[in-house]
C-alpha cells in the first residue's frame, strides 16, 4: 500500500515539474498531471535501462531528467487535447441546454 502511495507521490512531482518547465498554461487537472508522471516516471525507466544508465553511483540524474522529459511531451501532447475536448463539450452543452 505505502509503495502505491509513493508512486502517485513521484508521478505528482513529475508531473508537475513537467507543467513547470512547459511554457503556457495546461489545464488538465491535478489526477491527469500525476497519471502523466506517472507514466513519464515508468517510460524514463525502461529508455534509461535500455541506454545502461538506470543504476549509477549517486543519484541518477540521467534517469530523472529522462522520466521528467517523457513526462513533458506527455503534457504537452494531452493539455491540449484535454482543453479541446472540454472546450466543445461546454460549447455544446450551453447551445443544447435550452432544447428540451
Same mark, same amino acid.
Given at each position: 500500500?505505502?509503495?502505491? =502511495?509513493? =508512486?502517485?507521490?513521484?508521478?505528482?512531482? =513529475?508531473?508537475?515539474? !513537467?507543467? #513547470?518547465?512547459? +511554457?503556457? +498554461?495546461?489545464?488538465?487537472?491535478?489526477?491527469?498531471?500525476? %497519471? #502523466?508522471?506517472?507514466?513519464?516516471?515508468?517510460?524514463?525507466?525502461?529508455?534509461?535501462? %535500455?541506454?545502461?544508465?538506470?543504476?549509477?553511483?549517486?543519484?541518477?540524474?540521467? +534517469?530523472?531528467?529522462?522520466?521528467?522529459?517523457?513526462?513533458?511531451?506527455?503534457?504537452?501532447?494531452?493539455?491540449?487535447?484535454? !482543453?479541446?475536448?472540454?472546450?466543445?463539450?461546454?460549447?455544446?452543452?450551453?447551445?443544447?441546454?435550452?432544447?428540451?
Amino acid at each position: 500500500m505505502f509503495q502505491i =502511495i509513493w =508512486i502517485i507521490i513521484a508521478g505528482l512531482v =513529475i508531473g508537475l515539474l !513537467a507543467r #513547470l518547465i512547459l +511554457r503556457g +498554461r495546461q489545464d488538465i487537472p491535478l489526477w491527469l498531471t500525476a %497519471a #502523466l508522471g506517472i507514466v513519464g516516471a515508468l517510460v524514463g525507466n525502461v529508455i534509461a535501462s %535500455a541506454i545502461g544508465v538506470r543504476h549509477t553511483g549517486g543519484i541518477d540524474w540521467i +534517469r530523472h531528467v529522462l522520466q521528467v522529459g517523457v513526462a513533458l511531451a506527455l503534457v504537452a501532447a494531452v493539455a491540449p487535447l484535454w !482543453a479541446t475536448r472540454h472546450t466543445h463539450g461546454d460549447h455544446h452543452n450551453r447551445h443544447t441546454a435550452g432544447r428540451l
